[in-house]
């Protein structure tokens, strides 16, 4: 049973947008005290990119993507979205979207990376 599902990557040209989501269940939107976007590219670590508490709405980016890109939930639809504005071509990557139960810093766990739940991963591509 797939529990987060992404959706929403594609190609696009640098200085364009792209709209992620990931869709959860409601146990998972209970269950979890933060959900998150990870990213990484071949031969580079995985990447933090931005996350929400669900609860409180506190949301945490990484410095790489302050002010371009836009993390947010609906608990009415259980999803979690990742507005990503003028990318680059360094935002590509697969993108992943994930769950934690432990509520920890959201900066700690976007540099750490650890997770409860990880979905299969949605590609992005930033063509310069």
């Known amino acids: 049973q797939v529990q987060l599902a992404e959706s929403g990557g594609g190609s696009v040209q640098a200085g364009g947008s792209l709209r992620l989501s990931c869709t959860a269940s409601q146990d998972t939107f209970n269950r979890h005290c933060a959900m998150g976007w990870f990213r990484q590219t071949p031969g580079k670590e995985r990447e933090g990119v931005a996350a929400?508490?669900?609860?409180?709405?506190?949301?945490f980016y990484a410095d790489s993507v302050k002010g371009r890109f836009t993390v947010s939930q609906d608990n009415t639809k259980n999803t979690l979205w990742l507005q990503m504005n003028t990318l680059k071509p360094d935002d590509g990557g697969m993108y992943y979207c994930?769950?934690?139960?432990?509520?920890?810093?959201?900066?700690?766990?976007?540099?750490?990376?650890?997770?409860?739940?990880w979905g299969q991963g949605t590609q992005v591509t930033i063509s310069s």
């Open positions: 994930a769950a934690k139960v432990a509520c920890i810093p959201g900066n700690e766990w976007l540099r750490r990376g650890t997770s409860s739940l």
């Open positions: 929400v508490y669900l609860k409180t709405g506190a949301t």
